[in-house]
């Protein structure tokens, strides 16, 4: 049994504004401290192997969402997607969300999209560029490159609606100091490419040396417990597993552990 959770406290919206300030300075001075580890080349040229790919939904309804939440996050991608699009992230360089993107506000054309904030969701410029994080993230794991800072919410706000994913496998993003960070720590040079497509966000990490091994996430302990406060909380853990071409496993590590505080009762029906 996992240790039970403190009740979520409501901070005042100065005490709120102070965070985000202070937290936002020592991003910005780990920005400065960190520069010339940075990836920030950017090539049309692909790298000529896959090493992972992943495509989702543009467009999905949630419960109690108005879809104009997702149709101003796609414009919100068009804008950000080209903004890491064919960056190389040679080895010993860092890859930084926030750091290529920049400040998602409204003088850069970015729209009102939904963020979630304190159990519930609101609108917000920038709101749905988590959707990008989020495939960058699990695209990375199923390879070698490090994730040296990954976020996730505290609170499960909607229940599971044909979920193709195990249960805490993205990663948020708040700009700028809420980021994902990913090192590459191989011999090879990787390149991350993204589009938005049609219907769907589609990526790729590609690489300089054809991949000798392969990656899959699988899900273990999996629960959701009562509180002692009356609500509801999920748990799951997330390994990662290296296989030889030839079908041997050869490691598994846990590479994710995932606690929330969730927003809606376990025993909801699935076709509610």
Known sequence: ?????????????????????????????????????????????????????????LLRKLKDVEMWYQYNKVINLKLAAPRVDGILLRPGETFSYWKLIGKPSRSRGYADGMILRNGGFAAAPGGGLCQLSNLIFWMTLHTPLTVTERHRHGYDVFPDSNRTQPFGSGATCFYPHGDLMIRNDTEDTYQLCVRVGETQLEGEWRVSAEPDCRYEIVERNHRMQGEYWGGYSRHNELYQQKWSLDGTLLEERLVVENTAIMMYSPLIESNS
Do not use: C, N
């Open 1 to 57: 049994m996992t240790e039970p959770l403190k009740k979520p406290m409501d901070r005042s919206p100065l005490r709120l504004r102070l965070g985000m300030t202070y937290y936002g300075l020592l991003r910005r001075w780990l920005w400065i401290r960190m520069r010339d580890q940075f990836a920030r080349e950017q090539s049309q040229a692909r790298l000529p192997y896959v090493a992972a790919s992943h495509a989702v939904p």
